[in-house]
């Protein structure tokens, strides 16, 4: 099929995501459990290599999630127990010479 440099992005442009919005996939060869099997199987019918297998799993040195924003690692504060509210911010501090009518 031979289409026009307008047709072609604009059918591109039908599947590019609005800003924001992750594809999220559950179908296919890579879903669910057979993911595996599936890979596997593809790469035996293209005749390509497995990828080498490491026998030793690496494990993080720092294991505090990254910042979505910076990347660096966060610290925790703060953690919550379950069915406990947190705590609400303290009140502003009225300013002073001002009275409330």
């Known amino acids: 099929m031979t289409l026009t440099a307008d047709e072609f992005i ?4 039908l599947h ?12 296919g060869l890579l879903a669910g459990a057979t993911r595996k099997a599936h890979l596997e199987r593809a790469r ?3 005749g ?3 990828p080498a297998a490491s026998d ?3 494990e993080p040195d720092d294991i505090r999630p990254p910042c979505p924003c910076c990347g660096g690692r966060m610290v925790v504060i703060e ?3 379950r069915q406990r509210q947190a705590r609400a911010p303290p009140a502003p501090a009225p300013l002073s010479g001002i009275q409330a009518s």
């Open 44 to 46: 035996e019918l293209l």
């Open 48 to 50: 390509v290599a497995p």
């Open 10 to 13: 604009r059918r591109f442009l």
């Open 79 to 81: 953690t919550f127990l």
């Open 56 to 58: 030793a799993r690496a």
């Open 16 to 27: 590019v995501l609005p800003k924001g919005f992750h594809r999220i996939r559950h179908y």
